[in-house]
């Protein structure tokens, strides 16, 4: 019997299942530890946006029928649900209210302009990295195609909507690579520059230790420019949402910018500020999100570092 044995308390700790419901307390404890102030800076700042709308409206300042207030908008949710995933509703029949209801309507709509922001914007990541480090990877290459990146990064992607069409006629396609197109150029120009700033000593350094070419760009640029790249994903985010919105309001598929053409020639500003919302709310959780995933990639940088803090 040891001098411990008889100590009341001194029972061994019994480790707690990852999936139990204290584990899963602390884990959310943590989140809203970490991440509460900054939502509810956010939902304070939202708030105070649309206490100044609704008082603009109760002063007389704001046309009703041209900037109805929040309340007005969002709480006829019905009525404007109706207006969402409508080539699916009215395929069914002539009767809209036939097709799924306003909620799943409303859901179907969102999830096939997100799911095309963002298959355009992986894409364009992925091959704008793979892009640009060919470009220095290679002098040649980089001399042959460097000039052409250059010269077609100016583009507007209105203008390569035909050309989408051309290639993938009406749905998906067209949306998806109006969102790759508008954003590729310019994520391999920012890939080459993020490139050409790293610190040319730690090159140095790996030469010297027997580092072949391969093995610098994989161990020593990669590492060193990801969390500028990083930072370019985040921005091109938003681009990607205003690109898909473009694509979507000239007809190449059903979505949130569909609507908000639909709002336009309706002349229907409830629905517009209603779809803005939406818009809004989407950018805003894939922002957070974004932010959540660099500092979990980017654990060795300080906070306020890289883009981290976003606000």
Not at 6 to 35: D, N, Y
Not at 188 to 203: E, F, K, L
């Amino acid at each position: 019997m040891t001098a411990d044995s008889g100590k009341i308390g001194s029972e061994p700790k019994v480790p707690r299942a990852p999936g139990s419901a204290a584990s899963l307390f602390g884990r959310t404890t943590k989140f809203i530890r970490q991440h509460g102030p900054t939502l509810g800076w956010g939902l304070l700042s939202i708030g105070l946006f649309a206490g100044l709308w609704e008082f603009l409206w109760y002063v007389g300042l704001a046309d009703q029928r041209l900037a109805p207030p929040p309340h007005v908008f969002l709480g006829d949710f019905a009525s404007q649900a109706k207006y969402f995933n409508t080539p699916k509703r009215w395929a069914i029949g002539v009767d809209p209210n036939s097709g799924p209801t306003p909620f799943g309507a409303l859901v179907i709509t969102m999830a096939s302009s997100t799911i095309r922001m963002l298959a355009g914007l992986a894409i364009a990541a992925i091959t704008s990295l793979c892009m640009g480090a060919m470009i220095r990877y290679c002098a040649l290459f980089g001399k042959l195609v460097l000039p052409t990146v250059t010269l077609l990064a100016p583009v507007s992607p209105v203008a390569w909507l035909p050309v989408a069409i051309f290639l993938f006629g009406i749905g998906n396609g067209p949306a998806i690579f109006m969102v790759f197109i508008a954003l590729f150029f310019t994520m391999t120009i920012a890939t080459v520059t993020q490139i050409d700033s790293v610190n040319r000593n730690y090159i140095s350094v790996a030469r010297i230790m027997g580092a072949s070419k391969g093995q610098i760009y994989t161990r020593v640029i990669l590492p060193a420019i990801l969390p500028g790249l990083l930072v370019v994903l985040r921005l091109n985010l938003f681009g990607g949402w205003m690109v898909v919105l473009v694509a979507e309001a000239t007809g190449v598929g059903y979505g949130l910018g569909q609507i908000i053409s639909v709002a336009r020639n309706t002349f229907n500003p409830g629905l517009v500020y209603f779809t803005i919302v939406i818009i809004g709310l989407l950018g805003f959780t894939f922002d957070f999100a974004l932010r959540m995933l660099q500092r979990q990639v980017l654990f060795w940088l300080p906070k306020g570092q890289a883009g981290l803090s976003g606000g």
